[in-house]
T-cell receptor, first 113, second 113 residues
Framework: DAKTTQPPSMDCAEGRAANLPCNHSTISGNEYVYWYRQIHSQGPQYIIHGLKNNETNEMASLIITEDRKSSTLILPHATLRDTAVYYCIVRRNYGGSQGNLIFGKGTKLSVKP | DTAVSQTPKYLVTQMGNDKSIKCEQNLGHDTMYWYKQDSKKFLKIMFSYNNKELIINETVPNRFSPKSPDKAHLNLHINSLELGDSAVYFC????????????FGEGSRLTVL
């Protein structure tokens, strides 16, 4: 699976949009971009995923560049409960080991009052 | 109802002992996983099971053995525990092997003394 690069940490003011970048310059055409987050002492939580079109759900928006080499997760109105480590993962939707979620170091997002 | 539940949440034991962690999912998913998160917070996949069949073993020592009595359960047995086995173990499930989102349990913190 392609590797991803994320900043180790970011701060965001409560109520403002949090924009978390991810680089995946070696992504191949059949690989999806997934975002998960892990709030302290909890299991990872799925946020959103996409292939090439921008995606939005009740939690966040995912913006993927046209060349698919990078993406941005947007939390439109960050709250203190959004403080977590956010993981950007590139993954093929295949069976077996090719479909594994491989977690990197992620970005620790701190939302401040 | 908790979607993916693990027991126990905390486990403290001596080196050399044998212990088990249980996992159950009530989502009707076909695939279940075990992940290990070490003290440096890296999340690594250990096993995945699809319809009671092991499909991945990511070079985990054979002291670790997953057992799946049915597709709603995937238990993790660990023999001859070592200090380095201290970690948080997460169970997860997905609808199908290698596709879609994973749902994680809350984790089981194992401490080996």
């Amino acid at each position: 699976d392609a590797k991803t690069t994320q900043p180790p940490s970011m701060d965001c003011a409560e109520g403002r949009a949090a924009n978390l970048p991810c680089n995946h310059s070696t992504i191949s055409g059949n690989e999806y971009v997934y975002w998960y987050r892990q709030i302290h002492s909890q299991g990872p939580q799925y946020i959103i995923h996409g292939l090439k079109n921008n995606e939005t759900n009740e939690m966040a928006s995912l913006i993927i560049t046209e060349d698919r080499k990078s993406s941005t997760l947007i939390l439109p109105h960050a709250t203190l409960r959004d403080t977590a480590v956010y993981y950007c993962i590139v993954r093929r939707n295949y069976g077996g080991s090719q479909g594994n979620l491989i977690f990197g170091k992620g970005t620790k997002l701190s939302v401040k009052p | 109802d908790t979607a993916v539940s693990q027991t126990p949440k905390y486990l403290v034991t001596q080196m050399g002992n044998d212990k088990s962690i249980k996992c159950e999912q009530n989502l009707g998913h076909d695939t279940m996983y075990w992940y290990k998160q070490d003290s440096k917070k890296f999340l690594k996949i250990m096993f995945s099971y699809n319809n009671k069949e092991l499909i991945i073993n990511e070079t985990v020592p054979n002291r670790f053995s997953p057992k799946s009595p049915d597709k709603a359960h995937l238990n993790l047995h660990i023999n001859s525990l070592e200090l380095g086995d201290s970690a948080v173990y997460f169970c997860a499930s997905s609808l199908r092997d290698g596709t879609g989102e994973l749902f994680f349990g809350e984790g089981s913190r194992l401490t080996v003394l």
